[in-house]
């Protein structure tokens, strides 16, 4: 299993920035792909970016040229750089490590509120 801990969210003004970071732990978080979703109130929890062990990444439209994922697998964490941060991007971000062949894993961190002030 792969034990996470986000931290880095907070209160930002409209076109500011925020860097959320998950830590984790065990001896697969290199061999997972790893993701960051977000659910707002009232929503269901969307992905808003994820990254290969091998480092290919996707992001959804709406965080498209604005916020960036990466992973740094000696230190076991994982990032999201977000830049012009906008209202509708305020949630609680949560951290996904999932691996789909065996052995299987499906892991998620408890979650760092990110507020947006317009």
């Known amino acids: 299993q792969v034990q996470l801990v986000e931290s880095g969210g907070g209160l930002v003004q409209a076109g500011g920035s925020l860097r959320l970071s998950c830590v984790g732990s065990g001896s697969l978080f290199s061999l997972c792909a790893m993701g960051w979703y977000r659910q707002a109130p009232g929503n269901q929890r969307e992905l808003v970016a994820s990254?290969?062990?091998?480092?290919?990444?996707n992001y959804a439209d709406s965080v498209k040229g604005r916020f960036t994922i990466s992973r740094d697998n000696v230190k076991k964490t994982v990032y999201l750089q977000m830049n012009g941060l906008k209202p509708e991007d305020t949630g609680v971000y949560y951290c996904?490590?999932?691996?789909?062949?065996?052995?299987?894993?499906?892991?998620w961190g408890q979650g760092t509120q990110v507020t947006v002030s317009s």
């Open positions: 990254i290969t062990s091998d480092g290919t990444t």
């Open positions: 996904n490590a999932r691996r789909t062949i065996i052995p299987r894993l499906d892991n």
